[in-house]
């Protein structure tokens, strides 16, 4: 069984960084694709950046177009969330979900990260 463990959330103040990662363990990994999702308080959750495990191809949510990065390290089956000039409206817990070879979505979901964006 593959599990997906994220790290990296915590506490920022607005219009800092954070670096959140996500590592696949478990039986051998196979991806179509890799995500990040995240849900504040009382909202339901949103998909926030996508990537095809192979490369290319990465998607973002508009609110955070130009401000976070995706990507990953395929031979240690990471995916990261490079996140820039945070707001609080960003803060929230960080899901990754992995969509495995075969699957019609993402089908594997980390426990979640809290980033927390507050002076």
């Known amino acids: 069984q593959v599990q997906l463990l994220e790290s990296g959330g915590g506490l920022v103040s607005p219009g800092g960084s954070m670096r959140l990662s996500c590592t696949a363990s478990g039986r051998p990994f196979s991806a179509y694709a890799m995500a990040w999702f995240r849900q504040a308080p009382g909202k339901e959750r949103e998909f926030v950046a996508s990537?095809?495990?192979?490369?290319?191809?990465?998607y973002y949510a508009d609110s955070v177009t130009g401000r976070f990065t995706i990507s990953r390290h395929r031979t240690q089956n990471t995916v990261y969330l490079q996140m820039d000039n945070l707001k609080p409206e960003d803060m929230g817990i960080y899901y990754c979900?992995?969509?495995?070879?075969?699957?019609?979505?993402?089908?594997?979901w980390g426990q979640g990260t809290q980033v927390t964006v507050s002076s």
């Open positions: 990537k095809r495990w192979s490369g290319g191809s990465t």
């Open positions: 979900a992995a969509q495995q070879v075969g699957a019609d979505a993402y089908n594997i």
